[in-house]
């Protein structure tokens, strides 16, 4: 029999702001610990010097996080032209120089080959992915030559918000999931022939959740351990806005609790299409509709 996990049964999503300096991991951390939760993780990593949104899953919850790492995430980034870093951002050591600076326009015709849902990104080589079992970063610490494969990406967004001298410009990009920021900086600095890295980063909305209307590490802490911060959890559904919602029966329902099929009432949805299906508002299950049922793939414990 596995041990039980402590702590408080707990579900929703907090939105933290979160500031430069901790991880991602340490962000669900305060907020496990703020709220006296058994169980938490987030959607979608942040570097630790990045800020901006990061949305924390709290018990069942959690079982949606994928729907929220796969949406839309928008970044404002500052570039610094004229250098190439070999960590791709500020952290890194400048391992290549340039004297070329390109003009606004130049840069505005160079970001139009960057949007689309066929780029290929070659993630950094001090980034998470994963080499031979282990995280790039830990072996290119180590000083080992990590060889990383390009990746498909899609872009939605990649525009110029403000050339504030010659050496640096502030981007906006509205991207898909597994999106690397400094690689963008990164092969901008090099089609536009003058180098480049992310000198700061913050993520303003990912899916449905917005940083301004996140929390900040200094309120979670002042609110720890209280009812006023739990006012602050938004509900699980959250995490399903992007799929279609299909409406549960009372017995429909009963039956996908239990991981069967159930019935249930589609307005938008087509016969296989994954949905998540409700009764009286709560999310009952996620799972594929084919004629007037729902096969379920994840069920709520709520």
Not at 11 to 31: C, I
Not at 66 to 90: C, H, M, Q, R, S
Request: charged share 30%; aromatic share 6%; hydrophobic share 40%.
């Amino acid at each position: 029999m596995g041990r039980k996990r402590k702590g408080r049964d707990i579900s929703g999503w907090l939105v933290v702001d979160k500031p430069a300096g901790p991880t991602s991991t340490a962000v669900v951390n305060k907020v496990r610990w703020a709220l006296g939760a058994a169980k938490a993780g987030h959607a979608g990593t942040l570097d630790p010097e990045a800020t901006g949104v990061l949305a924390v899953a709290l018990g069942e919850a959690t079982k949606t996080v994928p729907f929220i790492t796969d949406a839309l995430k928008a970044y404002v980034f500052d570039v610094k032209l004229g250098e190439a870093t070999n960590t791709d951002d500020a952290e890194g050591e400048v391992i290549a120089t340039s004297e070329a600076r390109p003009t606004d326009e130049e840069i505005k015709e160079a970001l139009l080959k960057f949007v689309g849902d066929d780029i290929e990104q070659v993630p950094p080589k001090f980034s998470a992915v994963k080499v031979d079992g282990q995280r790039a970063y830990k072996l290119s610490r180590a000083g080992e030559d990590v060889t990383l494969e390009a990746r498909p990406l899609y872009v939605d967004e990649l525009t110029m918000v403000e050339r504030t001298d010659a050496d640096h410009v502030r981007l906006e990009m509205v991207c898909g999931k597994g999106g690397y920021v400094r690689s963008i900086a990164r092969d901008l600095g090099e089609a536009l022939g003058c180098k480049g890295h992310v000198l700061r980063l913050r993520r303003v909305w990912s899916g449905p959740f917005e940083a301004e209307k996140g929390l900040s590490y200094e309120q979670i802490e002042e609110m720890a351990k209280t009812p006023e911060l739990e006012s602050y959890i938004q509900p699980l559904e959250m995490g399903l806005e992007d799929l279609p919602e299909v409406k549960a029966t009372a017995e429909g329902a009963a039956k996908l609790r239990n991981g069967n099929p159930g019935m249930v009432f589609a307005s938008d949805a087509e016969y296989g299409d994954e949905c998540w299906a409700s009764l009286d508002g709560r999310a009952v299950a996620v799972g594929i509709y084919k004629a007037g049922e729902l096969h379920p793939s994840r069920v709520f414990n709520q």
